[in-house]
């Protein structure tokens, strides 16, 4: 589905003039967050005071995965890490709270868990030391936006749930019709003549048994006759009425109820097709593909170097032409994914792929790992769970609201 052009100039028109701010409160937040933690302690972490004591809550991802670290200070002076208690709670939009404690090591206190992305949350810090509770609250909110219904209506943003998919690989290819080999014969008068009777002429169906022609023999001036050997097409006439007939070709028929498909396969994917797959043939004025089977291939390569498969394809409908060119599809693998999202719906975010998980009106990142791809889809190694809400159309909007928001990376 694509917008119509005037929906889509005032829309994005709009996401330039920032009328979509209203409707998001996220972005508002972020831009709020963005000034809040403009203040960062010596480790680039962001600093948490409250009276005498500071608290410096810093993510550490060089060479290791994403971890959250703690330096304590009271009044400018170091607290041992095993003097302080800390505890990190990050609410996350639709995927729950991530309940974070630490320990020491050396000089500071290390988070027990990895801090997956997006780096997106309501972030809670609780401390006790010497007695004492502290608690501070903050939002890190990245790849977020919030869209109104009404307004994401408009846009037609289109949502699918995360689920499983039948991958159905193809390799995509060109070929040209041919006639069958053995579907061509070859008719020749049995003895010198004048042809006194042509009952045919190109272009005609003729069944087997049917008269063709009369000839009467030079040498006995007695008359024969020529039957169709075999029901088909008069593919080509070289005599007419009157003419000799010596030993050339007069006529050729040929079988038209049946064709081969001969599909070109280049070096790089010839071992991946296999004799006895599906082909799927599209062609120029049909509603609906041809289903055939590859049935063989040929020794010679042809004049592009491609290897030529062929398929056997019913032609009783007299709908097909030897030489009529098509495009076709070979079926490779069939299998089952757990997780794959519509490839429409990806986009980039950073160095990551992702696609945009809804949750109520909120929109928001979520990295993917990819595998394979077959047609529309592309599968999800890790990244989503099973059933997520995402963005599979115009996601670009999505994209271009939260790149006018100031939503960043921060740590």
């Not at 409250?50 to 330096?71: C, H, K, N, S, Y």
């Not at 006639?179 to 010198?192: C, E, G, K, M």
């Not at 009952?199 to 048994?209: F, I, M, P, R, Y």
């Amino acid at each position: 589905m694509k917008l119509k052009p005037i929906v889509k100039a005032i829309l994005l028109a709009h996401l330039a003039a920032g009328s979509l701010a209203t409707h998001s409160v996220i972005a508002q937040s972020a831009e709020q967050v963005s000034q809040q933690v403009e203040e960062k302690g010596p480790n680039n972490g962001r600093l948490l005071k409250e009276q005498d004591l500071t608290v410096e809550l810093a993510i550490f991802e060089d060479g290791m995965p994403p971890e959250f670290r703690v330096f304590a200070t009271t009044s400018g002076s170091p607290i041992a890490p095993e003097d302080i208690d800390i505890n990190v709670k990050l609410t996350r939009l639709g995927d729950g709270i991530d309940d974070i404690n630490f320990y020491a090591e050396n000089d500071y206190l290390r988070g027990d868990m990895e801090i997956y992305e997006p780096h997106s949350f309501a972030v809670t810090v609780t401390a006790k030391y010497n007695g004492k509770s502290y608690q501070w609250d903050y939002d890190n909110f990245e790849g977020r936006t919030l869209i109104n219904s009404l307004i994401a209506d408009k846009m037609q943003i289109i949502t699918e749930n995360v689920e499983s998919q039948q991958f159905n690989e193809t390799l995509a290819v060109f070929g040209t019709m041919t006639l069958a080999p053995n579907a061509v014969t070859h008719v020749s008068a049995r003895f010198a003549g004048e042809v006194k009777e042509l009952n045919v002429k190109l272009g005609q169906k003729v069944k087997k048994g049917q008269v063709l022609m009369t000839i009467e023999s030079n040498e006995s001036l007695q008359p024969y006759t020529l039957f169709a050997p075999i029901d088909g097409q008069v593919t080509k006439q070289n005599v007419t009425q009157g003419q000799q007939a010596n030993a050339q070709t007069l006529l050729t028929i040929s079988d038209t109820s049946k064709l081969v498909a001969e599909l070109s396969v280049f070096p790089l994917d010839v071992q991946k097709v296999q004799v006895g797959a599906k082909v799927s043939l599209n062609i120029t004025g049909l509603d609906a593909p041809i289903v055939a089977y590859i049935t063989d291939s040929l020794f010679e390569l042809n004049s592009d170097q491609a290897k030529v498969f062929r398929a056997e394809v019913d032609n009783r409908q007299g709908l097909l032409n030897a030489g009529q060119f098509f495009k076709a599809e070979i079926a490779l693998d069939s299998y089952q994914v757990p997780l794959a999202v519509k490839a429409d719906g990806l986009q980039s975010f950073r160095d990551f792929t992702v696609v945009y998980a809804k949750i109520g009106e909120q929109y928001e990142v979520r990295m993917l790992e990819l595998g394979r791809k077959a047609g529309p889809w592309v599968e999800v190694l890790s990244g989503i769970p099973l059933g997520t809400e995402y963005v599979a159309l115009n996601s670009y909007l999505i994209k271009a609201d939260i790149e006018k928001s100031g939503a960043s990376h921060d740590h």
